[in-house]
Nanobody, 126 residues
Framework: QVQLVESGGGLVQAGGSLRLSCATS????????MGWFRQAPGKEREFVAA???????YYADNVKGRFTISRDNGKNTVYLQMSSLKPEDTAVYYC????????????????????WGQGTQVTVSS
C-alpha cells in the first residue's frame, strides 16, 4: 500500500524556521516528481514546491528564496526546509507523488498527483 506520511509541522513565530519531512513507502518513489502543497482555511490547495527525480526544483513565487525542497532517495524521504516564515504561510502542508501526466508546469497542478499524504499543520504566529 502506497503511503506518504508528513511530519515536522508545528507552531513557530514569524521569522522562524521549520523542516517538514515526507516519508514514503509502498513502492519506489525514486523516479517520481514529488511535490509540496498547502491549504489554508477557506482557501484552495496551492502549489508550494516540487522536485524531479533528478533533483530539479520548482517553487511558487511566494516561497522562492525562503523555502528549499530536497530529497533523499536512500531514505525514501522528501523535505521542505522553511525559513523566514510569515503568518500567511499558516496552512496544512501536504506532500504528493505520482504524476498522472507530464507537461509544462504539470508539477504544480493539484489534480495531476495520484498519491497524497494526510498533511501536517504549520502555524506561524505574528
Amino acid at each position: 500500500q502506497v503511503q506518504l506520511v508528513e511530519s515536522g509541522g508545528g507552531l513557530v513565530q514569524a521569522g522562524g524556521s521549520l523542516r517538514l519531512s515526507c516519508a514514503t513507502s509502498g513502492r519506489t518513489f525514486a523516479r517520481d516528481t514529488m511535490g509540496w502543497f498547502r491549504q489554508a482555511p477557506g482557501k484552495e490547495r496551492e502549489f508550494v514546491a516540487a522536485i524531479s527525480w533528478s533533483g530539479v526544483t520548482y517553487y511558487a513565487d511566494n516561497v522562492k528564496g525562503r523555502f528549499t525542497i530536497s530529497r533523499d532517495n536512500g531514505k525514501n524521504t522528501v523535505y521542505l526546509q522553511m525559513s523566514s516564515l510569515k503568518p500567511e504561510d499558516t496552512a496544512v502542508y501536504y506532500c504528493a507523488a505520482n504524476l498522472k501526466a507530464l507537461y509544462s508546469g504539470s508539477y504544480s497542478r493539484v489534480y495531476n498527483y495520484r498519491d497524497w499524504g494526510q498533511g501536517t499543520q504549520v502555524t506561524v504566529s505574528s
